[in-house]
C-alpha cells in the first residue's frame, strides 16, 4: 500500500518519541483520507510498530537490524532509501532532531528533490505541502513549497498535536531488508561523552525559565532555579550567560543552541536579541521579567513586567507556591 504521507519514526527511552507522535497527529490532519506510514529504522524497534498504529500510522515500515543499533549517517540513509522507495509517499516528514537535520537533507539529495527545515506549521493545498518555518531569526516566518516529489520537510518538536492514542487501531506492520552495505560506511563512531542533565530535558520541557545576564551573576540563577522547580520547569539561558560560563552551553537557547517551544517560556533578564529569540518564538506563551520596559522581549511576549527581578522573582515564587499548595 502506497502511503500519501510517511512519517519518520523516532525511538526512545520511553517507547515511541514525543515528535514521532506529534507528526503522526499532523500526517493523519494533512493525508485527509490517505494513507499514513511510519518508518522505523533501528535494532529492536519492531516492538514499537504497534504504539505507531495506535497514534496514527496505516502502515509501519520496520527496518529492524542490529547494525542499525547506533545512528550512523551512512547505515540510516541506506534504510531510508529502501522504505521511501517502498512506501513510494509523495510527502516524508522528519522531526526536526539531531536525526532529522542529519537524515533528511541526505535524503532529499539523494532523490534530487528538495526539504524544508524546521517547520512549525504544515498545510497541504492541491497536492504540494506548505511548510512555514521563522526566519530573521524568528522575527519573521516563511512558507516553503518543494517542487519536486517526495516533499521532504522537518517538524519543529511540540508545534503539531499529536491524534489521540488508539489501542483498538488496526495496521499493517511491512519489514524492509536494509541489506546494509558494509563497505558504505565512511563514519565510524570512536567514542561518546554525555552531558547528565536533571529534571525536565528542555527540549521536552513544557515550561522552560530561562535566565539572561542581567542577572548579574551565576549565584544569582538559584530563584530561576526555585522557580524552575515550583513550576515543573526546565532551565535555559541566554547564550551570554553560557559564554560567561554562569551555566553550560546545554542550557543555551537560541540560534546557536537549542530550540524549545513549551507552552510557557519565562525569560528573566533577557534583552530578546533576534539570536535567542530564534530558539524560543515558537513558544506558546511568553512571559518576560525585564527592567527595562523597551526591551525586545517585550515585543514578543504576552505578558510582561517591567521592573528588577531580584524584586519580582521571590514574591512570584511564592504566588506560584500558594496556587499549588506546596
Ligand atoms: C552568530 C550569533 C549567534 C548567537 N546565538 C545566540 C543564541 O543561540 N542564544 C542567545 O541567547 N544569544 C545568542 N547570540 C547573542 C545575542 O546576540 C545576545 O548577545 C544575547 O542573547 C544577549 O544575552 P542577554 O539578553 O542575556 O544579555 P544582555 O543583552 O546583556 O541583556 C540583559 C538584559 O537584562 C536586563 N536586566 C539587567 N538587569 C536587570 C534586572 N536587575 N532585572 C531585570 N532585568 C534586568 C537588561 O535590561 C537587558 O535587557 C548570538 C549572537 C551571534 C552574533
Known amino acids: 500500500m502506497a502511503s500519501s504521507i510517511l512519517v519518520v519514526g523516532e525511538v526512545g527511552e520511553g517507547g515511541l518519541a514525543p515528535i514521532t507522535k506529534e507528526m503522526l497527529g499532523a500526517a493523519r490532519r494533512l493525508s485527509a483520507d490517505g494513507s499514513v506510514g511510519c518508518a522505523l529504522i533501528g535494532s529492536g524497534v519492531e516492538a514499537h510498530a504497534q504504539s505507531a498504529i495506535a497514534h496514527g500510522a496505516d502502515e509501519v515500515f520496520v527496518v529492524d537490524d542490529a547494525a542499525l543499533a547506533e545512528y550512523n549517517a551512512d547505515t540510516y540513509l541506506q534504510a531510508m ?16 532532531t539531531n536525526l532529522g537535520r542529519d537524515l533528511a537533507p541526505r535524503l ?78 565512511r563514519v565510524k563512531v570512536t567514542s561518546r561523552s554525555g552531558v547528565s542533565a536533571e529534571g525536565v530535558r528542555l527540549e521536552d520541557a513544557d515550561v522552560v525559565v530561562s535566565g539572561g545576564r542581567g542577572l548579574g551573576g551565576p549565584e544569582n540563577f538559584d530563584v530561576i532555579e526555585e522557580l524552575a522547580t515550583v513550576l515543573g520547569a526546565a532551565v535555559g539561558a541566554s547564550r551570554a550567560v553560557c559564554d560567561l560560563e554562569w551555566r553550560p552551553v546545554s542550557d543555551q ?44 522581549i517585550f515585543k514578543a511576549s504576552r505578558f510582561g513586567i517591567a521592573e528588577d527581578y531580584a524584586t519580582i522573582m521571590k514574591p512570584l515564587i511564592e504566588a506560584v507556591k500558594q496556587e499549588k499548595g506546596a
Open 253 to 296: 537557547v537560541g540560534l546557536t543552541g537549542k530550540v524549545v517551544s513549551p507552552t510557557l517560556y519565562i525569560a528573566v533578564a533577557i534583552s530578546g536579541a533576534s539570536q535567542h529569540m530564534a530558539g524560543c518564538s515558537g513558544s506558546k506563551n511568553i512571559v518576560a521579567i525585564n527592567k527595562d520596559a523597551d526591551a525586545n
Open 81 to 96: 532509501l529502501k522504505v521511501a522507495e517502498q512506501a513510494s509517499a509523495p510527502v516524508i516528514l522528519f522531526g526536526q
Open 108 to 185: 532529499a539529495f539523494r532523490l534530487e528533490t528538495g526539504v524544508i527545515m524546521d517547520t512549525i506549521e504544515l498545510a497541504m493545498e492541491g497536492g504540494r505541502l506548505h511548510g512555514t518555518r521563522p526566519c530573521y531569526g524568528g522575527n519573521a516566518r516563511a512558507v516553503h513549497v518543494v517542487n519536486a516529489d517526495p516533499q521532504v520537510a522537518t517538524v519543529r518538536a511540540k508545534s503539531q498535536e499529536p491524534a489521540i492514542e488508539d489501542s483498538s487501531r488496526q495496521g499493517q506492520v511491512t519489514n524492509v531488508d536494509a541489506a546494509i552495505d558494509q563497505s558504505a560506511i
